[in-house]
C-alpha cells in the first residue's frame, strides 16, 4: 500500500513539527489532546496507544483529573473535606508528573489540571483555556439507570463541547483493536453534518489509518411494508451515497469500503464493528439536549457507552468553541 | 528597591511560598500563572531571575525555558527551575527537542526538585543573583 507524500519539515525550535498536506482542512486536525482521567478507566498504557497521533500533528497533551465536588463538598457536620482533597491532589500530581517525564523526552509538550468541579464543566473549561482539539475520556461505570437519573457525562460532554471526544476503551478481548485505534475507523454515517465533519476529522488521519470502512444503516421500520423493488431502491441509494463518501477518502489517498446494513443502527454498527474487525467506530453526534437524549434515546451515545470498541464522536460544527 | 524575581507556577500554594521566602530575603517578587503568561511578563517586566516551574497549563516550563534560551534579548536572564520534574528528565526532553530539529539550549543553572525548604530556595536565589 503506497500513500501520497507527506513532507514532515520541522521549525528552527523543534517545537513543532508540521504535515504540509493542502487538503487537509485545518480546524479538524489534533494538535493538542485534553486527557481526563481518573487513573482506574484510563492509565498510561491507554495514553500510549495514542501517541500515534504525533504522525498526524499531536504535539501537546493535556492531563485533566477532575475531584468531583459531591466527595469534598461541605457537609454537615463534616465541612469541606480539605484532607480529602490534598490527598487526592497530590496522589493526581504524582501519577501525572510521572507520565509527564515519559512524554517530555519524547519531546511532547504536557500540561495538567487538577480541578474540583463537575467533570463536564470542568473538561469544558480545560477545552476553551487550552483550545484542546480533542477529548480523551474513559468510559461511564454508570448503569442505565443512573444515568437516567444523573445524566450521562458523555452526553453532556456532546452538548457542551465542539470538538471531537473519544471515549476510550481498551478492548482486550479485541485483540485486533489492542494499540491503534485509528488503524481500521468504521464510520457509521447518517448523512448529518456532523457524520460529514466526521469524514474531514479521519481524512486528516492520513498518515495513522490503513483502510476505513464506511456503514450506513438504514432502518428496519422505513422499509416495512415495502415491496421488495423499494426496499432494494433504498439499500441502492445508500450504496451510492456511502460510493461517494469513499470516493472523498480514495482520493485523499486512504483505502475505503462501503456497506449497507438494515435493522436497529445500535445493534447494526456494533455487528458491522466485529464483522469489519474495526478498531475505532467513528459517529457524527447530534447536540441534543439531555431529556431529549433521555426520552428518544441516541445511537452515538449507546455506541459510546455500551459497544466494546472505542469510539470517536464529532460534533457538529458550531458558532462558538470550547465551553 | 530590591531586585526583582519573577515566579512563574501554576500552583497558589507554592507562588505564596516563593514570594514569601522572596519578600522575607528582601526580593521584589512578580507572578504569573503559567507558561505564557510567565513569557510575557518576562518581555514585559525584565526580572532579574525567573523561578519556573515546569509541568504546567498552556505553556511548559520546558518550552519558556527553550524559548528564552533561543531568544536574543532574553537568552540572559537568569532561570532557577523548582520543579516536581527531574533534572535528568528535563535535560533529555531537551536534547529530543534539539534532535527534532531545535537549537541547542544550555543547561540550566540552577535546578531544584520539589519540595524545597525556604532556606536552600533563598541560598539559590541569592547564588544566582546575589
Known amino acids: 500500500m503506497s500513500w501520497p507524500t507527506i513532507s514532515r519539515k520541522p521549525s528552527g525550535d523543534g517545537t513543532r513539527a508540521t504535515y504540509h498536506e493542502s487538503d487537509c482542512p485545518m480546524d479538524m486536525r489534533i494538535k493538542k489532546l485534553l486527557f481526563v482521567t481518573k487513573f482506574e478507566e484510563l492509565g498510561y498504557d491507554a495514553l500510549e496507544t495514542l501517541l500515534s497521533l504525533r504522525k498526524a500533528f499531536l504535539e501537546h497533551i493535556v492531563f485533566l483529573y477532575v475531584i468531583e465536588r459531591d466527595k469534598v463538598a461541605m457537609q454537615r457536620g463534616v465541612g469541606f473535606k480539605r484532607d480529602e482533597a490534598i490527598r487526592q491532589k497530590e496522589a493526581a500530581n504524582i501519577r501525572f508528573i510521572d507520565w509527564a517525564e515519559r512524554l517530555f523526552v519524547q519531546g511532547m509538550e504536557v500540561g495538567v489540571y487538577?480541578?474540583?468541579?463537575?467533570?463536564?464543566?470542568?473538561?469544558?473549561?480545560?477545552?476553551?483555556?487550552?483550545?484542546?482539539?480533542?477529548?480523551?475520556?474513559?468510559?461511564?461505570?454508570?448503569?442505565?439507570?443512573?444515568?437516567?437519573?444523573?445524566?450521562?457525562?458523555?452526553?453532556?460532554?456532546?452538548?457542551?463541547?465542539?470538538?471531537?471526544v473519544l471515549v476510550y476503551k481498551p478492548a482486550p478481548e479485541l485483540p485486533f483493536a489492542m494499540g491503534k485505534p485509528f488503524d481500521r475507523p468504521l464510520l457509521a454515517t447518517d448523512w448529518s453534518p456532523a457524520s460529514m465533519r466526521a469524514v474531514d476529522f479521519l481524512i486528516n488521519m492520513k498518515p495513522l489509518i490503513q483502510e476505513v470502512r464506511v456503514v450506513h444503516v438504514v432502518d428496519q421500520g422505513s422499509i416495512e411494508g415495502s415491496s421488495a423493488m423499494q426496499a432494494q431502491k433504498a439499500r441502492k441509494d445508500a450504496k451510492q451515497r456511502l460510493e461517494e463518501v469513499c470516493a472523498r477518502f480514495e482520493s485523499a489517498g486512504i483505502p475505503a469500503r462501503s456497506h449497507v446494513y438494515v435493522g436497529d443502527p445500535k445493534e447494526e454498527i456494533e455487528k458491522a464493528l466485529r464483522e469489519c474487525q474495526a478498531t475505532l467506530s467513528v459517529l457524527g453526534s447530534s447536540a441534543k439536549t439531555n431529556w431529549v437524549e433521555r426520552v428518544i434515546g441516541s445511537t452515538p451515545r449507546h455506541i459510546a457507552e455500551k459497544s466494546f470498541f472505542p469510539t470517536l464522536l464529532i460534533p457538529p460544527e458550531r458558532r462558538s468553541n470550547g465551553g | 528597591m530590591g531586585k526583582r524575581v519573577l515566579v512563574v507556577d501554576d500552583d497558589p500554594d507554592v507562588r505564596l511560598f516563593n514570594t514569601t521566602v522572596l519578600e522575607e530575603n528582601g526580593y521584589e517578587p512578580l507572578e504569573a500563572e503559567n507558561g505564557e503568561d510567565g513569557l510575557q511578563m518576562i518581555r514585559a517586566e525584565q526580572p532579574d531571575l525567573v523561578i519556573l516551574d515546569v509541568l504546567m497549563p498552556r505553556q511548559s516550563g520546558i518550552r519558556l525555558y527553550r524559548k528564552l534560551k533561543t531568544h536574543a534579548e532574553l537568552k540572559n536572564v537568569k532561570v532557577l527551575i523548582v520543579s516536581g520534574i527531574t533534572q535528568k528528565a528535563f535535560l533529555r526532553s531537551q536534547q529530543a527537542l534539539t534532535e527534532f530539529g531545535g537549537t541547542p539550549v544550555p543547561e540550566p543553572e540552577f535546578?531544584?526538585?520539589?519540595?524545597?525548604?525556604?532556606?536552600?530556595?533563598?541560598?539559590?536565589?541569592?547564588k544566582a543573583i546575589g
Open chain 1, 114 to 164: 487538577i480541578q474540583i468541579g463537575s467533570l463536564a464543566a470542568e473538561v469544558a473549561k480545560a477545552v476553551q483555556k487550552e483550545e484542546a482539539d480533542l477529548v480523551v475520556i474513559g468510559r461511564s461505570q454508570k448503569s442505565t439507570l443512573e444515568q437516567f437519573y444523573s445524566g450521562s457525562t458523555v452526553t453532556e460532554l456532546i452538548r457542551r463541547l465542539s470538538v471531537p
Open chain 2, 111 to 126: 535546578y531544584l526538585e520539589k519540595p524545597v525548604e525556604a532556606d536552600v530556595l533563598a541560598d539559590h536565589i541569592k
